[in-house]
């Protein structure tokens, strides 16, 4: 158990949050099609920032130990290309645009954890 924690303790993480941010994006958008009340919540802008933060902290660590380890450059790239796509998402208005960017962006940077970690496998 030990040595599995080790072998995906920050990517797993990563790829976790990512998971978590791309059924946030996908649910937001359902649900302002069916409860336009709901928008309010689930549009605050503290949980959109908050969440960057966090994609970018985690990105940092992963990625950057995982260059360390096995020094490639293509896992932190297409990370660090979702990171600054999801970062794009949040100057666009919230819609279908945004949506996409921002799930472009999880789906790229979940692919940097997992070139990760297949890299120092």
Request: net charge neutral; with cysteine; proline share 2%.
């Amino acid at each position: 158990m030990a040595h599995a924690w080790n072998k995906w303790r920050w990517d797993g993480l990563g790829l976790s949050i990512a998971g978590l941010c791309l059924i946030h994006c996908i649910v937001t958008t359902i649900l302002l099609a069916v409860l336009a009340s709901a928008s309010g919540f689930f549009l605050n802008p503290v949980i959109h920032e908050v969440g960057l933060l966090l994609a970018i902290i985690l990105g940092m660590l992963a990625l950057g130990k995982g260059f360390q380890d096995h020094g490639l450059f293509l896992p932190a790239t297409v990370g660090a290309l979702g990171i600054g796509m999801m970062g794009g998402a949040l100057t666009l208005p919230h819609g279908g645009v945004e949506t996409a960017f921002t799930v472009v962006g999880v789906t790229l940077l979940g692919l940097g954890h997992l070139l990760n970690h297949r890299a120092k496998t």
